[in-house]
């Protein structure tokens, strides 16, 4: 997918009113932001317009709140679930009881802290609207300046925003003049204010969107080469389709973490208690056979650091070997592997990697994933993380700072990567 989309400089917002889809969706701890990383990438984009002389009118989900702006409540299907498994005569109070908890998320999943950290960032005041298309967002939409900054409620406050239903964005649309989408996180999801919106604005994108796609559209359309994909992670079923249009593009293609024991597994090795998804296995084959087919250098771990739980303080060990024993599971690397793969990685002119190579978050299983940290920030590759869990396991490790690009969308940079349409970037006027 090649993307060339008009930005907030392609077109005059002076004077006019611009609604902003950001992803301000930060994690907190006891009522305080944790991670500023969201507020400050949409810094660029709110200065710009600021700058020249729009009214600036910010929106973005928080987390999955209930639908608390809806005359009816709903509770979700899990918590649904969970009273219907409760004797009848529980589940008339359960219910209330979830209910009444739900309404608390018009607090808990308010966007009001995220107004007053990027009041405190911008270094000018960021109004907070109660709503998102009441009569507060409304008024004081209305009566915003050039130069001024509103920040409306949590979107999905509303059940019409995930349904992308089209009043409800003509809704959001009506407060502004110009559409401006800057959550690349999101952009994944056909949305009210991802995508919706622009069906009533002339819509472009901000500058985070613009570095996400001029960066990997260039990795995957003209890469430096050789081209090196490393892909781990928890789960085939997820990145099937990644590898599967990787294979077309990359020279080496490296499988790492959980994912590989599918591939162990399809080559007739034993895997132990290992994650393996066994309605994959013929999926998995018909891969290895297309990178061959390709002339794809294609990596498998040699060696494992396996343990007898799925839990931190398991018992572990090293093999050396790629069958793991009955009662044992593969949690990481082994060193040989390690060695494998950074020698892969060295010459490399471009590396996209998505997925750690065991469970990173357990210091005993992240030797695996900092040793592929580190061959890839030596390597002196255009270096482009998927966001998520790689993202994470980068920063936490310590070579955030030594990689060319951290991409701030984990599903969003998935299917960027497979090549699939992105419902808030095609949305978007073309240059
Ligand atoms: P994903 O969301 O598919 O990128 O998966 C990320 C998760 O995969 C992380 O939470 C890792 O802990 C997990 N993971 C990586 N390797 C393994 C493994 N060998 N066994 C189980 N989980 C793993």
């Not at 060339?4 to 969706?25: A, H, P, Q, T, W």
């Not at 808990?108 to 405190?120: F, G, N």
């Not at 990787?246 to 994650?275: C, H, P, Q, W």
């Amino acid at each position: 997918m090649t993307y060339n989309k008009k930005s907030v400089e392609d077109i005059d917002v002076s004077g006019k009113k611009v609604l902003v889809r950001c992803d301000f969706n930060v994690p907190f701890k006891d009522g305080v932001i944790t991670d500023t990383k969201r507020i400050v990438g949409a810094l660029p984009t709110i200065e710009y317009l600021v700058g020249h002389g729009a009214a600036v009118i910010l929106c973005s989900h928080m987390g999955r709140p209930h639908n608390v702006f809806n005359a009816e409540l709903k509770l979700s299907k899990k918590e649904i679930k969970k009273i219907d498994e409760l004797p009848e005569n529980e589940r008339e109070a359960a219910t209330a009881a979830a209910l009444e908890k739900a309404k608390g998320d018009i607090t808990k999943l308010s966007l009001k802290p995220v107004a007053e950290k990027l009041s405190e960032l911008l270094g000018k005041p960021v109004q907070m609207a109660s709503d998102v298309v009441g009569p507060d967002a409304k008024a004081k939409a209305g009566a915003l300046k050039c130069g001024e900054v509103l920040l409306i409620e949590n979107v999905r406050f509303h059940a019409e925003e995930e349904k992308n239903d089209p009043a409800f964005a003509k809704e959001l649309a009506s407060m502004a003049e110009i559409y401006v989408n800057d959550a690349f996180g999101t952009a994944h999801r056909a949305h009210a204010s991802t995508a919706g919106v622009a069906d009533y604005l002339p819509a472009v994108c901000g500058f985070l969107i613009e570095k996400e796609i001029s960066i990997m559209g260039k990795a995957l359309n003209d890469p430096e080469r050789p081209f090196v994909a490393i892909l781990g992670g928890a789960k085939d079923s997820d990145k099937i389709g990644v590898i599967n249009s990787l294979i077309e593009k990359v020279d080496t293609l490296i499988i790492g973490g959980g994912m590989a024991y599918t591939f162990f597994r399809a080559l007739g090795n034993s895997t132990g208690t290992s994650i393996c998804e066994e309605d994959k296995l013929d999926l998995a084959l018909e891969l290895i056979k297309k990178a061959k087919d390709r002339g794809v250098n294609f990596l498998l771990p040699v060696d494992n650091i396996i343990g007898r739980e799925y839990k931190e303080d398991t018992t572990f060990m090293r093999i050396y070997s790629d069958s793991i024993p009955d009662g044992w599971m593969g949690l990481d690397i082994g060193e040989k592997t390690q060695e494998l793969f950074a020698k892969s990685i060295e010459g490399a002119g471009t590396v996209v990697w998505n997925g750690p190579m065991g469970v990173s978050e357990w210091e005993n299983f992240a030797s695996g994933t900092r040793a592929v940290a580190r061959a890839v920030a030596e390597s002196g590759a255009v270096s482009i993380i998927g966001g998520g869990d790689s993202a994470a396991a980068v920063e936490q490790l310590g070579f955030a700072d030594k990689m060319t690009h951290i991409s701030t969308g984990g599903g969003a940079s998935l299917e960027f990567l497979e090549g699939l349409e992105l419902p808030g970037i095609a949305c978007l006027q073309d240059k």
